[in-house]
């Protein structure tokens, strides 16, 4: 599986942005798809994912509320949508697929095997 991340920049508090994630490859596979964040000097934290059979979703709290993962009917893009953007919200941005998880492993970083290049997105205060 191929992941392609893109969609982040610069905003202000309060404001939105959406996150795009171009999926290629053995598609079949996935299990989930999750978005995962870095912020300079911190580990990757968990803040959404979609489970691929059922389209259930699943949150972090930091983010619930405010920001909303979705996929096209194609299954070859999924979005993060984010809202009331904070300035803890700022961080490099993942998305990742995970092949072989179950669902008590979908909201660590361990259980997804490929990654995207990461996004930068930054809230200014």
């Known amino acids: 599986v191929q992941l392609q991340a893109f969609g982040g920049g610069l905003v202000q508090a309060g404001g939105s942005l959406r996150l795009s994630c171009a999926i290629s490859?053995?598609?079949?596979?996935?299990?989930?798809l999750g978005w995962f964040k870095q912020a300079p000097g911190r580990e990757r934290e968990f803040v959404a994912t979609i489970r691929w059979s059922g389209g259930n979703t699943y949150y972090a709290d930091s983010v619930k509320g405010r920001f909303t993962i979705s996929r096209d009917n194609a299954k070859t893009t999924v979005y993060l949508q984010m809202n009331s953007l904070k300035p803890e919200d700022t961080a490099v941005y993942y998305c990742a697929s995970a092949e072989h998880a179950i669902l008590s492993s979908f909201f660590s970083s361990g259980a997804y095997e490929s990654w995207g290049q990461g996004t930068l997105v930054t809230v200014s205060s």
């Open positions: 490859g053995r598609t079949y596979s996935i299990r989930a």
